[in-house]
């Protein structure tokens, strides 16, 4: 479970997030939407204890990010949406160095890193250099390093940027078997149909503040979610 608590986040004197208030169950798929500039980024690096902030707190799963960082770490995955790997690896060995942090044994990574590396057509590809791969390609590997550690929290900023029809297709079906598991799921997208299929609940951000929230089909009713968040960033 995630527990966003009073998190403000300032850049200088420019406040990027104020006062953000909400939770995420587990076996929940929560989806964070708003234009670009409107913090969805900061929350999520704030989140996953890249960019430390200001106010409040955040807890996963009963430990303070600020106070229990490492900890909290060790309970998520995070996918950015923009996959800065380390080109000079061969993209096995990027994905075994995550795993190695996390620990992982070798016969659950094997396994783990051969079922998505196939899911994600990448298995040919894995002793190829990260420097040679598309940026969709590079997403795949990012995808595939954060789920073989078998995360209890994921967290994607983007995630279905870049990716052909069938990798978005599977990474959906990853996600609706993981909260059948009672795992967890953030993510933040402008792809809005699929937020309004796939979640449970949704948060929508302007200007720093979240300005509506709640369960996908209270906050949609009888519109598309497409026509709620336009209305609202009318106003």
């Not at 190829?128 to 590997?141: P, Y």
């Not at 052909?164 to 009672?182: E, H, L, R, T, Y």
């Not at 997208?189 to 709640?214: F, M, P, Q, S, Y």
Request: proline letters at 3%.
């Amino acid at each position: 479970m995630i527990e966003i608590k009073n998190v403000t986040k300032k850049y200088g004197d420019k406040i990027a997030i104020k006062n953000i208030n909400f939770d995420i169950k587990d076996g929940e798929i929560f989806a964070f939407i708003g234009h670009n500039g409107a913090g969805k980024t900061t929350m999520i690096k704030s989140l996953v204890g890249i960019l430390d902030f200001e106010e409040g707190d955040i807890i996963i799963n009963n430990k303070s990010i600020k106070n229990n960082p490492v900890e909290c770490k060790l309970e998520m995955a995070y996918v950015p949406d923009n996959p800065d790997l380390y080109e000079n690896m061969t993209a096995i060995d990027f994905i075994n160095f995550i795993c190695d942090m996390y620990d992982i044994p070798d016969g659950k990574r094997k396994e783990n890193i051969e079922k998505y590396s196939n899911m994600f057509e990448m298995k040919d590809k894995l002793n190829d250099d990260i420097s040679s791969f598309s940026h969709g390609m590079k997403q795949k590997v990012a995808l595939i390093a954060a789920l073989s550690h078998d995360p209890k929290v994921l967290i994607m900023d983007e995630p279905f940027v870049g990716l052909d029809p069938k990798a978005v297709f599977d990474i959906k079906s990853v996600m609706k078997d993981m909260v059948k598991d009672g795992k967890t799921i953030f993510f933040s997208t402008h792809i809005l149909d699929v937020a309004e299929k796939l979640c449970d609940r949704v948060a929508i951000i302007k200007n720093g503040k979240i300005i509506k929230i709640g369960k996908m089909k209270d906050i949609k009713g009888d519109s598309s979610l497409e026509e709620v968040f336009l209305e609202l960033e009318e106003k």
